[in-house]
């Protein structure tokens, strides 16, 4: 019995053996049959949007908060101590110098004495009064102060680490909140000599090209410094940029393809300048006209085919900041 066991098995192992070596070499199994597409030698193409390298202007600009102040204000004293019986001025009164805007009676118990005129000390409009008839005052109380309205300053504070990009005479655009849709202009008027030590901030002062009755003390301003103005030079939008390894490149398109639905990409290292408002200036790189990929560009290399489904409209040759 054991004898037949043997055999038997032989026998099979002789069959399988055979079924084997006659299969046809030439037939593939499903994976890798013949109807099977392989996409082994297919070449990827990435859609694009671009945009066309300009060559134009752009301006640096420091952007800061300010306050309006008039460039001369003075306050009123008495030249005696007393009671304020009089007060002939109020809150946005004109006063030419010399006139009397209060009275001060100087006398005490059992003594009295000619009232004392408070005249104004120069021509101007009152901006405050901070007295009132029948209080006591002193030779340190203000009365009134008088302010030149028409004569402003725009007061406004420069971080430390900027004050190299500042000198006197800048172009200064100014918008108010009270004329949303006027840009007023200046000039970068005054420079204070030493930084606050707490602040690490320094006091500047801007002027106005020209007087303005709009601009009045006490509003706030939102100022645009022009530290730098370059022409003509090339431009981009910045988001065309890719960094990597420490690099900045832009892919140019090259169309050296025999498809003329695809194009290929150069991958180009440049050199930037002035970068602000998504605009950068490219010193090293490029060349006006040339069309870069602004969209799609995180997974390109040199030479990689593309699609560009749509372009973008360029940058303004002109930098309008205002």
Do not use: H, W
């Amino acid at each position: 019995m054991e004898e037949y066991m043997i055999k038997k098995t032989i026998l099979f192992l002789l069959v399988l053996l055979l079924i084997v070596g006659c299969k046809n070499p030439n037939q593939k199994d499903k994976k890798g049959g013949p109807n099977v597409k392989s996409t082994d030698n297919v070449e990827t193409i990435f859609a694009v949007n671009t945009t066309k390298v300009v060559k134009g202007e752009i301006n640096d600009y420091l952007e800061l908060n300010g306050d309006i102040k008039t460039k001369r204000e003075v306050a009123v004293y008495p030249d005696t101590m007393g009671k304020l019986i009089t007060l002939n001025v109020r809150v946005g009164q004109y006063v030419q110098k010399g006139d009397v805007i209060a009275e001060v009676d100087p006398s005490k118990p059992g003594m009295e004495y000619q009232a004392s005129p408070v005249k104004a000390a120069i021509s101007g409009t009152i901006t405050e009064v901070p007295a009132q008839i029948g209080a006591t005052v002193t030779l340190q109380s203000p009365i009134v102060k008088i302010g030149v309205l028409y004569d402003v300053d725009i007061v406004s504070y420069v971080a430390e680490k900027y004050i190299s990009k500042i000198k006197i005479g800048l172009p200064v655009f100014i918008k108010l909140e009270a004329y949303p849709e006027v840009t007023f202009k200046g000039y970068l008027s005054e420079i204070s000599p030493v930084i606050d030590p707490q602040s690490r901030m320094l006091e500047i002062k801007i002027s106005l090209n020209e007087r303005d009755t709009r601009v009045k003390p006490g509003m706030f301003a939102k100022l645009k410094i022009v530290t730098e103005k370059k022409t003509n030079i090339v431009k981009i939008p910045d988001e065309c940029i890719v960094k990597r390894y420490g690099e900045f490149f832009v892919f140019v398109i090259k169309d050296n393809t025999t498809d003329s639905t695809t194009d290929s990409v150069e991958k180009r290292k440049i050199t930037s300048g002035i970068q602000i408002d998504n605009k950068i200036e490219i010193v090293q790189g490029l060349s006006a006209k040339e069309e870069v990929v602004i969209r799609g560009q995180t997974l390109l290399e040199d030479k990689t085919k593309v699609k560009i489904v749509d372009r973008i409209e360029p940058l303004s040759v002109k930098d309008n900041i205002e």
